[in-house]
C-alpha cells in the first residue's frame, strides 16, 4: 500500500519514505507489517513506537527471536527511556518485570497470552523483531500463536527481512483478528548501500558464476580422472585480495572450530592496527571487564593476541563477557577481520564495508545443504556502511577441487524464498486450550494458523479436479452406495498402504494386505456389476482405463488431505489429548493437579511434570536437582562426549522411557528428551567448583555449557512461577538456582 507522506523528522534523522509511511500509520493506531532489507533503519520505527508510547503513559512489549538480541534491545532502550522504564523477561533474566516498556523473547510473550492475559491486557504496541523467523523449524510456531491469541485491542509492528509473501502474511493476520482494522504493509526494497556480489578463486580473482563454470568444465576436460586438481583456495587468499581496499570485513565461516582456526590463522600473517588503535583496544577490553566479575576463560589469551591485531572471532560457543568485548570492538571499527557464524547476523547491528563466505554449505542438524538465498541476504545485508561505503562487497570462496554450482545460492533478491507456516501443536498449547476454550473454539483455534491458510487457495484447485473425476466415477460409485463411499475406500485404501509401508510386526502386516486384497476386491466388484452382461476378457482395456482413472483420483484424495491442515491438527490434537488424559492430566475437560502444572512449563512439559508428581523435585538435593535438569532437553554436540558420574538418575531415566513409549504407541513419535552429558558438570557446578575447572574435564564449548547451565535456571523459575503455594518447594528451588546463577554463567547487563 502507498500513501502520501510528509517529510518527516524524529530524533534528528529525516526518515526515509517508507519509515515515515509507517510512522503515520503507527500515529492511527493502525498494525503495520514493514519488509525492507537488512540495514536500512527498521529499528528506527521500533524506537519511534516505543518513545511515543511511553511518553503518552502507554505500555509496549519489544519480542525478539534471541535472547541476544533481547538483552541488546535492552540496554539500546534503558538509554532511550531511562532505566525505570525497562523491564526485561527471557526466561533465565527478569528484571523490572512490571515495567511500562518490557522486553522479551517471543516465547515469553506467547506464554503470557495463554496463561496470564491480564498481565498484557493494556499493551498498546506489541513489536515483533525478525518476525519472518516464523517459519523457523523449531520456534515459528511461537509466531502464530502469538498473533492468533493476541487481544483485538491490540496493536502490533512487525519487523521482516524482504520476503515476498508478506502481503500473504497480512492477509493471514487480518483473517485471524476479524474485529482489528487492517493491517498495513510498508514494504521498502532498495538498500541504502547496495550490494555488489563476486565469486573469489585464487587464479581468476573475483569472478562470475558463468566464468567460474566455465574453467571448471575446461579443467575437467584436461584432467586424467574427470577431478580438477588445482591448489586450493583459502580465507587468507580471499583476506589478502581484500585487505588493502575491502575492509572491515565479516568473514561468514559456519563452524565455530574453522572461525577460531582461521582467525589464528590470520593472525600469524596480518596485523592491522597502529600503536594508537592498540591503545583504543586496550582501554575498550579494560572497560568492558569492568562490567563482569574475574571470569577465567581458556579462549582468553589467544584471543586477546588476536584483538590486538584487529582479528577476531564471535560464535555461540563463547562465554558472553568475550562476545562482549568482540562487539564492543567490531563497534569501534578497531576489528578489521571477524570470522563469525550466522548466529551474528541475527538482529544485531554490525554493519561492515565487506561480507565473505568461507563456503556456501551449512550443516543443519541433518546434512550439509545450500545456504537459501533468505540466509545468504540475512548475512550478506551487513556489508555496506550507511553514510559511509557507496557500495557494499559480498564475496564467495570457490575451490574448484570441489566446486558444485548447484550448492550455491542464486544470490538475486529477487529469489528470496517465500515464509511457509511451522505450526507445531505441543502438549503446553493443547492443555491451555482445553483450559481456556470450549470444543467449538478449539476447533476454529486450529483453522486459524497461517499453515492453513496458505493450504487453502491450492486445496481449491485440488477439491474443483476432484469434482470432476468424481463425476466420471459416478456410475461406479453407485455400485459402493455413491460418492462419498468410494472416497471413504479410497481414504481407507490410503491409510492401509501408509501402515503397511511402516509396520514391522510380521502379523500386522498379514492382516493388513488381507484388509487391502478385500478393498480392491470391492473396487473391482463395483467396476464388473457396471457391466453385468460382458465377460471379464472383453472388460480388460476397460478395467485398465477404470483403475488409472481411480489412481488419478486416490492421488487427488491424497493431495486433498495434505492440504488439509486443519483436519491434520484436529487429529493431532485429539491424539496428544488422549495421551494426556491417560496420564492423567486432563479428566473430563478439567485440568487436574498435573494438567496445571504442565500447562505452565514450556518444553519438556511432560517430563518435567512426571518428575514433580513422582516427588524428586523434594527428594533430590539442591545440586542433584540441578543435574538432573540441566539433562532435560540437553541435546549434546557431535562427537561431545557424556561425562560419568555417580547421581542416581534412574527414576528420571525410568518415568522417560515410560514417556518415551507411551508417546511412540499414542502418537507414533517421541517428543522426550534427557541426555545426562553434562550433569556431572551441573552438579560440581552447584558445589561450588570453578569453571575452568570444570571445562578441563569436558569436550563442550564454554558459551554452550553457560547456556545448558541457563536453561536449567529457566526451568527452576518456571517450576517455582507454576507451584507458589508451596513456600518450602519455592525455597528450595531459590537456593537452587542461587547456586547455579553466578560468576560466568550469570548474564550481566
Known sequence: ???????????????????????????????VLVAAPTGVGKTLIADYIIETIYRAGGRVVYTAPIKALSNQKYREFKALVGPEAMGILTGDVVVNPDAPILIMTTEIFRNMLQED????????????????YIDDPERGSVWEESLIFMPPSMRFLGLSATIPNVDELANWIEEVQESSPEVEVVTHFERVVPLKHALYERSMGFTTMQQVQKKYRRLVGESIDGRPDVPTTTHLDLVNAIKDQYLPCLFFTFSRRKCESNALALGEEQDFLDKGQKAQVQAIIEEVLKRYPNIESGRWPHLRRLL?????????????????????????????????????????????????FDSSTKWDGVSFRPISNREYFQM??????????????????????????????????????????????????ILNLVKNYGEEDIHRILGQNFATYQAS???????????????????????????????????????????????????????LKRDLRALLQRLDSAFYRQHPKRDRQSLRKEHRRFRRKLAAYERLIYREQALDPHQKYIEEFSDKKALLEALGYLEEDQLTTAGLLASQIHGNELLITEMFMEGLFHSYSPAELNAALVAVGYEPRKNEYRIKHKIDLTPVYRLWHSLTKLEQRMIGFSTVQFNDHVAALAYRWSNGEKFTTLLE???????????????????????RNATTDDPHLGARLRECIDLMDRDEVSIWL
Open 308 to 356: 590486538m591485531k584487529g582479528i577476531a572471532y564471535h560464535h555461540a560457543g563463547m562465554l558472553p563477557v568475550l562476545k562482549d568485548i568482540v562487539e564492543e570492538l567490531f563497534t569501534h571499527r578497531l576489528i578489521s577481520v571477524l570470522y563469525c557464524t550466522e548466529t551474528f547476523a541475527v538482529g544485531l547491528n554490525f554493519p561492515c564495508k565487506t561480507v565473505c
Open 697 to 719: 574435564a569436558s569436550s563442550i564449548d564454554e558459551g554452550d555449557l553457560v547456556y545448558a547451565f541457563r536453561r536449567g535456571i529457566d526451568l527452576l523459575r518456571q517450576v
Open 380 to 429: 550478506a545485508g551487513r556489508a555496506g556502511r550507511r553514510g559511509i561505503d557507496e557500495e557494499g562487497y559480498v564475496f564467495t570462496l570457490v575451490d574448484l577441487n570441489y566446486f558444485d554450482p548447484s550448492q550455491f545460492p542464486s544470490m538475486k533478491e529477487a529469489e528470496i524464498e517465500p515464509l511457509k507456516s511451522q505450526f507445531a501443536l505441543t502438549y503446553n498449547s
Open 117 to 132: 492475559p491480564e498481565r498484557v491486557r493494556d499493551v498498546r504496541y506489541v513489536i515483533f523483531d525478525e518476525v519472518h
Open 457 to 511: 487457495a491450492e486445496r481449491q484447485g485440488v477439491l474443483v479436479k476432484l469434482e470432476l473425476l468424481g463425476e466420471e466415477l459416478a456410475p461406479y460409485a453407485k455400485h459402493l452406495k455413491g460418492a462419498d463411499a468410494l472416497r471413504r475406500l479410497l481414504r481407507k485404501k490410503i491409510d492401509l498402504e501408509r501402515r503397511l509401508a511402516t509396520s514391522y510386526n510380521k502379523r500386522t502386516k498379514q492382516g
Open 1 to 31: 500500500m502507498t500513501t502520501e507522506t510528509t517529510t518527516r523528522k524524529y530524533r534528528g534523522f529525516t526518515l526515509d519514505p517508507f519509515q515515515a509511511q509507517a510512522v503515520d500509520f503507527i500515529d492511527q493506531n493502525k498494525s
